[in-house]
Nanobody, 124 residues
Framework: QVQLVESGGGLVQPGGSLRLSCAASGSTLDNYAIGWFRQAPGREREGVSCMAPIHDGSTFYQSSVKGRFTISRDKDKNTVYLQMSSLKPEDTGVYYC????????????????WGQGTQVTVSS
């Protein structure tokens, strides 16, 4: 069973940067698809960026974050990252990392294991 713990959220001004981390325990993430999702108040949870299992390495980015966000994984640390730059107020929300056995279109239902979430607020 995979346990996931996110960190790195906070309050940042528009145009700023944050790096979210997701530390995994209980199992290696190598054979899992991993993803970052966010949920803003009153809105459904949406896929921000996802990465296929390590033997594949394919990535997906939501169109609104392409060129600004980068997903990565550190195999040795069993940790997933989301580097976020040029942040906008509309990036505000609770960010969750997740792991799943399926590699699809970065939909939440494709993922089985979830962290507790970390709040990101972009505001001046």
């Amino acid at each position: 069973q995979v346990q996931l713990v996110e960190s790195g959220g906070g309050l940042v001004q528009p145009g700023g940067s944050l790096r979210l981390s997701c530390a995994a325990s209980g199992s290696t993430l190598d054979n899992y698809a991993i993803g970052w999702f966010r949920q803003a108040p009153g809105r459904e949870r949406e896929g921000v960026s996802c990465m296929a299992p390590i033997h594949d390495g394919s990535t997906f980015y939501q169109s609104s974050v392409k060129g600004r966000f980068t997903i990565s994984r550190d195999k040795d640390k069993n940790t997933v990252y989301l580097q976020m730059s040029s942040l906008k107020p509309e990036d505000t929300g609770v960010y969750y990392c997740a792991a799943g056995r399926l590699w699809g279109a970065c939909w939440p239902y494709e993922y089985d294991h979830w962290g507790q979430g970390t709040q990101v607020t972009v505001s001046s």
